[in-house]
């Protein structure tokens, strides 16, 4: 957002005089290779979870994570460095992402066929993929129930899209019963915990609005 404001404010053809730079923001995806072990990373954790003989714990399952090799993204910089030094502003005036087959969505499906393969190859990975959580405590403000909640503390108006988004949503102690449950089990590789009742944004909106709230 700040590198968008600053070039449309002073480097913009036709609004600011003598303006002779070219700027460009460039955004990859998640990268692997070049010797990263660093804790918090998903590959570095499962192998060394399995070097040790236990069970690998993945933080956010669910999470969305377009994989990339580090020289891939980094050739791309580079290449988008030559266009802005040789063609200027032509290659200024937007912000670069690889969206090429929506690599971003595609990587939902390729982190569990990873876990899968990883399983039947290493030993026992489970891959659990949750829906959205409630309970155990407020919910947070970046997440729509929290949104909402902080709305109607605070009497205010809460402006909500379309709506037809859908959410599953699962209370934290139903979960953290399956959970275990999976962790007795045999169960190897990708697994799906759902109940199969996804509500509508706009109808969570319209039943919490109905209620009538101290």
């Not at 070039?7 to 070219?22: L, M």
């Not at 918090?40 to 090799?69: F, N, Y």
């Not at 992402?97 to 489970?126: C, M, P, T």
Request: aromatic share 8%; proline share 5%; hydrophobic share 40%.
């Amino acid at each position: 957002m700040y590198p968008s404001a600053f070039r449309d404010s002073f480097s913009t053809p036709g609004r600011n005089e003598g303006h002779t730079v070219a700027l460009a923001t460039a955004r990859a995806g998640n990268v692997i290779g070049g010797g990263d072990w660093a804790q918090d990373r998903l590959i570095p954790d499962i192998l060394r979870a399995l070097s040790v003989g236990e069970v690998a714990k993945i933080g956010s399952p669910t999470a969305v994570r377009p994989w990339q090799h580090v020289l891939e993204p980094l050739s791309g910089y580079l290449a988008l460095a030559e266009r802005l030094f040789t063609d200027g502003l032509a290659f200024a005036d937007a912000s670069w992402a690889d969206q090429s087959d929506n690599l971003y969505v595609a990587s939902k499906v390729r982190l569990g066929d990873f876990i899968e393969d990883f399983s039947a190859r290493w030993g026992r990975v489970i891959h659990i993929r949750m829906h959205t959580l409630y309970g155990g405590g407020p919910p947070s403000g970046h997440i729509f129930l929290g949104q909402m909640r902080d709305a109607i503390a605070r009497k205010a108006q809460f402006e909500i899209s379309h709506g037809t988004q859908l959410r599953e949503y699962h209370h934290v102690a139903d979960d953290v019963s399956a959970i275990i449950h999976l962790l007795q089990s045999d169960i190897n590789g990708a697994f799906d915990l759902n109940h199969g009742q996804p509500i509508r944004l706009c109808d969570c909106h319209s039943y919490l609005c109905s209620l009538r709230l101290p």
